[in-house]
Nanobody
Framework: QVQLVESGGGLVQAGGSLRLSCAAS????????MGWYRQAPGKQRELVAT???????NYADSVKGRFTISRINAKNTVYLQMNSLKPEDTAVYYC???????????????WGQGTQVTVSS
């Protein structure tokens, strides 16, 4: 069993910053890519950023230059530093690890429970 637990969401004024964390725990051998997605009310879930175990990153155009994804492989933890936040960044943010190698030899896709980020204008 593997769990992804997010933390760090909250309410912030426009222009402010927040740092999200996601820690994976359980029967893990290794994790390849990890990422963050978000879903605003009435909208589909969308990619925010991803990072491979080697540190290669990918960002949605809407967050480039404002958000930074990072990870500590030894801790199976991924972070999302969000600066210059805008009201349109308001959403539930989800952590994802699409290819987790677990003890039974399989690779599985896991999601966190989500953390709310609200940016006031």
């Amino acid at each position: 069993q593997v769990q992804l637990v997010e933390s760090g969401g909250g309410l912030v004024q426009a222009g402010g910053s927040l740092r999200l964390s996601c820690a994976a725990s359980g029967s893990i051998i290794s994790i390849n890519a990890m990422g963050w997605y978000r879903q605003a009310p009435g909208k589909q879930r969308e990619l925010v950023a991803t990072i491979t175990s080697g540190g290669s990153t990918n960002y949605a155009d809407s967050v480039k230059g404002r958000f930074t994804i990072s990870r500590i492989n030894a801790k199976n933890t991924v972070y999302l530093q969000m600066n210059s936040l805008k009201p349109e960044d308001t959403a539930v943010y989800y952590c994802n690890a699409p290819s987790v190698w677990v003890l039974d030899g399989s690779r599985r896709d896991y999601w966190g429970q989500g953390t709310q980020v609200t940016v006031s204008s």
